[in-house]
């Protein structure tokens, strides 16, 4: 296949790929619709589906383990770097283009695609692998030729993990660290042909992701099957064998996590639940799921809920940022945001909340909104606050002014506001 034909093939790819995350990914591009549950719900499934295919009399395979993810992206519409290429190369396999590489990379955790590469090359020396090479990476939605790699290797907007998926944790290196491992290769015709027929998937197994999840209810029974068949398998010995114990793990952790938030879901509801439906992750569910219990309970007390709605957004977004912003410029009385602030908080380090995290225009960060706020009621609590936690006083906004200086403003003006009242 001709070089600009493979480039067009992998876009057309990718761009199918990306088309069937309804529900998002990890990579933090897609923060404002991942939905991790569904995350736990592919990392279970494909695994569960493995150990049954094996039980039905297939083998355990990169195909058929391949295949099984495409399968799954589509039905639960969320995919992180493997996953999606997977799909991807499912996708370029049934057009029938070769040769592809299955690569990862050797510092970064990444999976992604090569193509086009010279089948005579040195696999493990990048420089040999021919100049009308590309590189297909559904993850960052993106196809660029070989040559560029090094240069994407210094490029930090693309490619950034979503940072809730590592609370506790150090953020692994850039996603393309290190150079391209090969894991699997598709090289030609005949190598193609052996592919396809080496995906052998029992139509149970194809049943399991024939209908999409796109409802909560579909979700919760769908949970109960998966139960079921892993139930199944524990009394069969593969649960057991050495060889199955990281699929084993993988089923238990995960279906441990949609346990909790189905659990969750259950209970009745209050005035501000439906803010902070769907979003839970592995590593750091616990620390999540208090957050929100703390809020609701807080928010369920005060006079009015849905002041807190754009809040609850931000919540289920897992941009804390943004909601530790948004309490500083609530529109009602500062006591009201006081306590639920002071939840958010508590969470400061688990959650990774920046309070020195600027935006806008004006370069504001949540301390310079609160002192702003002052103005208008002469509280300073949530300004207190933020600083007893760690905000910056003195960080400069883009006029150069400090949040201490717009905080000293706020006071004179609202000083000058109450005589003036008085007086009249």
Known sequence: MQARDLKKEAELTVAKIRNQLTYGSNNDSDRNRADFLRGNFVRAAAPIAVLKNIIY????????????HSLAITKYGYGQCGEQADA?????????????????????EHILLVLGRDPASDKNDMSTWGDNVFICDPWINKVYPLSDFTKMQNETTLGKYNKILFLGKSLPPHYLSGTLLIEESVKNKKDLIKFRQD???????????????????????????????????????????????????????????ISQI???????????????RGSVVTATGDAHTALVKQLNAAIKKDSKPSDFSALGQSVKEFNFDQAVRR?????????????ILNILLQFKNQLKINLDAQVGDEKYAAIHYAAVKVALHGDRSLYDLLVKQGANEALPDKHGKSAAQHLQESLASFKSQSSKAFQA
Not at 231 to 244: C, R
Not at 263 to 275: D, H, I, L
């Open 57 to 68: 009399g297939n083998t355990s395979n990169f195909p058929s383990l391949t295949k099984l």
């Open 88 to 108: 991807a190369f499912i996708d370029l396999i049934e057009k029938g283009v070769y040769p592809i590489d299955y690569c990862s990379t050797t510092k970064g």
């Open 199 to 257: 995906i052998t998937l029992h139509p149970d197994i194809v049943s399991m992701f024939t209908s999409k999840a796109d409802s909560h209810e579909e979700l919760e029974k769908d949970f109960r099957k998966l139960r079921q068949d892993f139930e199944a398998i524990k009394k069969t010995a593969l649960f057991t064998l050495p060889e199955t114990q990281e699929y084993i793990t993988q089923i238990q952790d995960c279906l441990k996590v």
């Open 262 to 276: 189905v659990s969750e879901e259950k209970t009745p509801e209050n005035p501000v639940k439906s803010n902070f």
């Open 327 to 339: 309490l500083c410029t609530f529109k009602e009385e500062p006591e009201r945001a006081l306590p």
